[in-house]
């Protein structure tokens, strides 16, 4: 109960008994108003853009699985087509390096089907038939068999001796083993022909079989009547009927989508083998492909689940902390309400002053603050302790926080003319820091960075921050000015007695001779439709006057543009600068 007592603010159960206005001071129902319009703008936009995310994120993976599968297909379709287009090609190349009479030769025959066993291997057999149908020649297992054999009257010889070319299905023959035959005819100068035809075995099938597949996946042929031609995993033994329908044709590789006999989704990609009988088939199972997509889904659900419920405990110790200061101070309005007749008017000036100062510096706390217990809460909860994503995102608050109130620090001790920090400082390191925050973009925009600084050069008594500053905004400028594969170069060197000068040139764009008398006042800005402020090179501009520095710029439109930074070894702060007023 006194845990219940603290958790419930002083606001909860106070009744405003003072006026007509009673609604104004209704404290309880401006918390509520407050926790639930902040919950609606906070977390719908959250959970609409986790759902297009959501959406996006899963059909680019399928995108990305039908791409590879379609991939995938056209290697092997390419792989299977020189497979069967090179062993063509070898029977072509024996007829035009061979007489028909020394391919009737079994001596000659031998040795040319022995080199191609040796050169290309899975031939079988070779024969020569003549334009009557009758084998004139055969070198095989089956000599007593097909030596003479006619085959005038069947399918296969009508078809090469009309299209000059054939290649067969898979068949058992005489083997009772898978193979398939490739024929080619050749014509003759007396007008008649000659077909050279050879027999393939074990190797167009082992290609296939010996290839692995993502997803519990599949890579066989099939005819166009749907036999299996090669071995299959999953779908059949050769020469039986495949569960899938046949696809239906087109000049280049495909994939679709479909359903197993038994209901699970499959990715199917098919390509029809060109001038042959047969259609690649690769059948990939989608929920395996899907399976790195469903176990990261998990992960960001609970991520939403955990984003949500850190949302809401911020919405309420907020909306809490805001209202009970708004209770606090209704209270302190009350007690104080018949003083405010003796205010006069440099008083209420300073409240405004310091109202102003407290809403710019207490949101830092506050997020400091909540950042902090939050980052507690990850670190002694075990649940959370392995999470380095959320633990790294709560030190990237407190360290934006950290850097805003450098920057507020920054500004006021400007406004105020605060003294500035002076230490021994290495300018080398100096410019190796700045150009190692800005080295990834100079990495994936290929820029050349050249650096060339004077090892004579002593340390300087300077403002690290400030001289920082000043290198980071020039450097930003000069990449903004440069295309991808520029040059960036900053030589440092001794000017004269007590002075230093560095020089950041980079051969971007230019600035116009117009525009480089106003290259530092404030606002101005020759890329203000790119996001440009025009208040890096002005604040620069105050940083090195303040350092007791001078800068200047050179530069053609078109070839480059060059800064010179003149600094004195020992800084001597200059405490008003008339040149440079609207700082």
């Known amino acids: 109960m006194r845990l219940l007592e603290k958790v419930i603010p002083a606001f909860w159960d106070q009744q405003e008994v003072a006026s007509k206005f009673k609604r104004l001071y209704n404290f309880r129902r401006i918390w509520k108003v407050t926790v639930i319009l902040t919950s609606v703008v906070s977390i719908l936009p959250l959970l609409f853009f986790a759902l297009i995310d959501y959406n996006v994120t899963k059909e680019s993976v399928e995108s990305e699985i039908i791409l590879r599968t379609s991939q995938f297909t056209s290697n092997v379709w390419r792989s299977v087509s020189f497979f069967l287009d090179e062993r063509r090609a070898a029977l072509e190349f024996a007829i035009y390096d ?74 058992l023959g005489f083997r009772n083993v898978e193979h398939m035959v490739i024929a080619v005819k ?112 998990i992960y960001l659900i609970g991520y939403l689940v955990i984003s949500i419920t850190v949302i809401i405990i911020w919405i309420l110790g907020s909306a809490t902390y805001l209202v009970s200061r708004l209770h606090s101070a209704d209270q302190k309005r009350v007690k104080n309400l018949h003083m405010a007749e003796y205010s006069n008017k440099m008083a209420s000036i300073g409240r405004l002053a310091a109202g102003v100062a407290h809403e710019v510096n207490n949101p830092l706390a506050i997020i400091n603050e909540k950042a902090g217990l939050i980052k507690d809460i990850f670190t002694y909860r075990n649940e959370h302790t392995g999470d380095a994503k959320l633990i790294s995102t709560v030190d990237a608050i407190l360290s934006s926080v950290e850097r805003c109130g450098k920057i507020t620090r920054r500004l006021l001790r400007f406004a105020r003319h605060m003294d ?124 090195v006057h303040e350092l007791g520095g001078e800068i200047h710029a050179t530069s053609k439109a078109g070839e480059g543009t060059s800064f010179i930074i003149t600094l004195p070894l020992k800084m001597t702060p200059k405490k008003e600068d008339k040149t440079c007023e609207y700082y």
């Open 420 to 543: 500035v920090n002076i230490q021994q400082i290495s300018l080398e390191e100096i410019i190796n820091e700045v150009l190692g925050f800005l080295g990834k973009e100079a990495e994936y925009r290929d820029i050349d960075i050249i650096v060339d600084i004077d090892k004579e050069i002593p340390r300087l008594e300077s403002d690290r921050g400030k001289l920082q500053q000043i290198f980071l905004n020039i450097i930003n400028n000069a990449y903004a000015a440069m295309s991808d594969g520029g040059r960036l170069e900053i030589s440092v060197r001794c000017k004269e007695e007590g002075f230093v000068s560095a020089t950041v040139f980079d051969n971007g764009c230019g600035i116009p001779e117009p525009d480089l008398k106003r290259v530092f006042e404030p606002f101005f800005s020759t890329k203000t439709n790119r996001g440009g402020t025009g208040l890096g090179l002005s604040i620069t501009y105050g940083l």
């Open 186 to 297: 050749h014509d003759l100068p007396d007008g008649s022909f000659y077909v050279l035809r050879a027999t393939l075995e074990q190797q167009f099938s082992n290609m296939l079989t010996q290839m692995e597949v993502s997803g519990r996946g599949d890579t066989f042929l099939i005819n166009k009547n749907g036999m299996i031609q090669t071995p299959s995993r999953y779908y059949g033994k050769v020469f039986e009927k495949i569960s899938l329908p046949v696809p239906r044709y087109s000049p280049k590789s495909q994939v679709i989508e479909g359903k197993n006999s038994d209901g699970t989704s499959i990715i199917v990609g098919y390509a029809y083998i060109p001038e042959s009988p047969f259609i690649l088939m690769v059948v990939k199972q989608k929920n395996e492909l899907m399976k790195p997509w469903y176990e990261t889904r």
């Open 98 to 171: 061979n007489t028909f009479e020394e391919l009737c030769n079994p001596v000659r025959l031998a040795e040319l089907l022995e080199n191609l066993k040796k050169g290309f291997g899975g031939f079988a057999d070779i024969g020569v038939i003549n334009s009557a149908g009758f084998q004139k020649n055969y070198i095989g297992p089956y000599t007593l068999e097909l030596e003479g054999k006619d085959y005038s009257d069947q399918e296969w010889f009508g078809e090469v001796v009309e299209q000059g070319k054939y290649i067969s299905d898979m068949f």
